[in-house]
């Protein structure tokens, strides 16, 4: 890893004109639907000593007999990969469960007729419980990060215990990770989009981060050509339909996080009749615009920090009886140029929402790492703040992201209204308001796309999981989602974690039963469930 007195002094060494090109020069050489249910009546609320039930179950027909998960028939070539991928994932080894790598090819642009091919990077999860026979559950997580990142996440948590069933499968979106990773920024345009241009004259942050954002996206979809099209939830979802047919198996388990969930959505908005089982995690609408998604994730950026406060006052974290108060002030003199050790605004924005979304550790220790940092910073150490930018950067802001998330980006807004929501959301918003509202510019000049087809006649039940404070996605996707299943004939129950991160199957144990239930038999829950933070 780069020390972090290296990547700092980078930093502003790049922000010097006179240093810039000598910098540059040694770094190259070293290279939503109007219907929205509410939760169903009576919930269960998940305790640690089990709930019982608790009204009458909803009168939706159920489709019957969902297709089984079945072994894949022709399976790709694995490899060991297990030391590596822990260790990419800054975790320990779990005693008993192997990782195995391996890839795939996929058409570049079957939908638009472009040739060639894309690899797609896939790990398998399997233990000595694991029966050989068992058919797997394909899990992504889209762009929000590398799903071979977040796989061993989810074993070191409560994961492991779906290896009982089914191995599971993690498929890097095409352009992240183990999928063919993009390197298409220059170095000094990706460091000042990470940053928002906020070092650069002028009073018009809009125009300067869209002057930089002109020239990164020509330089991608020149990288890409001919397939500058080719990197949107549509795709994504026929690299998942190209495994099945390379499996040779009628249908897919899925699982999808996030983005992921979005994924595994179009997927099975397209082949409706190619699911087994469809799991949604903290999922966003397929048709949702670009502000209204950027609002949603600062809305959960917003919840989440004031959860962690509130968190941080009851466990006497480092940051004693004001915590949201000293992130203010910190965000505030970053927003004015006198952040520690020159950082932008948005490292620092960024920084936090990464690590209350990706929690390390218990729910104290992970929230005692954030206040360590911000109580350092405040007295003139900066080394842990900056390792939480530069892991938050390395985890979420890579050029395979940009391609990805821009090429998802629908109905983008104007630059005149990007404008107008800096004003706006600085003052709903305060912490992330204006950050949020300025990360929409860096997808304004990118190709526009559509919007994936929404499920229609699908015959299995739809889980679905959401959390009361995410940093990503906010929590009012489980919602609409829901609405879109209806629509389309699926049957749903709703898991809520009320917990802080991103994705209730991945940091809450109590979300997993209802999960391991439904993999196991195909049917949902008596109701909805509401998992204590």
């Not at 549509?234 to 996030?258: I, K, N």
């Not at 990464?354 to 729910?363: E, Q, S």
């Not at 910073?377 to 802001?397: D, K, M, Y």
Request: hydrophobic share 40%; proline share 7%.
């Amino acid at each position: 890893m780069t020390p972090v007195s290296t990547v700092v002094g980078m930093r502003r060494l790049l922000r010097a004109p006179r240093a810039r090109a000598a910098v540059l020069a040694v770094a190259a050489s070293v290279v939503v639907a109007g219907c929205s249910p509410g939760l169903a009546a009576n919930p269960r609320y998940a305790t640690d000593s089990g709930a019982g039930p608790q009204g009458a179950t909803e009168t939706t027909d159920q489709p019957a007999g969902p297709p089984a998960i079945e072994a894949p028939k022709n399976d790709l070539s694995w490899r060991d990969c297990t030391s590596r991928m822990f260790r990419e994932a800054a975790l320990d080894p779990i005693p008993g469960v192997s990782l195995e790598c391996a890839s795939y090819d996929a058409d570049l642009d079957s939908l638009k007729g472009a040739t060639g091919t894309v690899s797609i990077g896939v790990v398998r999860a399997r233990s000595a419980q694991t029966p050989g026979d068992a058919g797997p559950l394909v899990m992504t997580t889209g762009s929000d990060l590398p799903t071979s990142v977040q796989l061993p996440v989810w074993l070191s948590r409560a994961g492991a215990d779906v290896l009982a069933q089914h191995p599971v499968v993690a498929v890097d979106r095409r352009g992240i990770g183990m999928s063919g990773a993009l390197d298409c920024r220059d170095l000094f345009d990706r460091q000042e989009m990470f940053e928002q241009a906020q070092f650069q004259s002028g009073d018009d942050p809009v125009a300067n981060l869209g002057a930089v954002t002109i020239t990164a996206t020509t330089s991608c979809t020149d990288t890409i050509a001919p397939g500058d099209s080719a990197y949107d939830n549509v795709h994504a979802a026929e690299d998942l339909e190209r495994l099945r047919t390379t499996w040779d198996v009628p249908a897919l388990a899925l699982m999808g996080v996030g983005n992921g969930a979005q994924v595994a959505l179009a997927y099975a908005g397209s082949h409706p009749s190619k699911v087994a089982r469809l799991i949604l995690d903290s999922p966003l609408p397929l048709g949702i615009a670009a502000e209204a998604a950027t609002e949603q994730r600062v809305k959960g950026e917003q919840a989440a920090l004031d959860a962690w406060a509130t968190q941080c006052q009851a466990t006497n974290c480092p940051l004693g009886s004001d915590p949201k108060g000293a992130v203010d002030s910190l965000l505030e003199s970053a927003r004015a140029g006198n952040g520690p050790g020159g950082v932008s605004v948005a490292a620092v924005a960024d920084a936090i929402s990464t690590t209350l979304a990706f929690p390390r550790g218990d729910r104290v220790g992970a929230g005692n790492e954030l206040a360590l940092a911000v109580a350092d910073a405040r007295s003139g150490n900066t080394n842990r703040l900056n390792n939480l930018i530069n892991q938050a950067e390395t985890l979420r802001q890579t050029d395979g992201q940009f391609v990805n998330t821009c090429s998802d980006a629908l109905n983008r807004p104007t630059p005149d209204r990007v404008r107008e929501l800096v004003v706006a959301w600085d003052k709903l918003y305060p912490q992330f308001g204006t950050v949020g509202a300025l990360d929409m510019v860096k997808c304004l000049n990118w190709p526009s796309g559509t919007a994936p087809q929404e499920p229609k006649d699908l015959r299995i039940p739809t889980l679905l999981l959401g959390v009361q404070n995410d940093p990503v996605v906010g929590n009012e996707g489980v919602a609409a989602v829901a609405a879109t299943a209806i629509n389309a004939g699926s049957s749903n129950r709703r898991v809520m974690w009320q917990g802080i991160g991103h994705g209730a199957a991945i940091y809450s144990s109590c979300a997993l039963p209802p999960v391991l239930k439904y993999l196991d038999t195909g049917q949902l829950p008596e109701t909805d469930t509401y998992c204590p933070a």
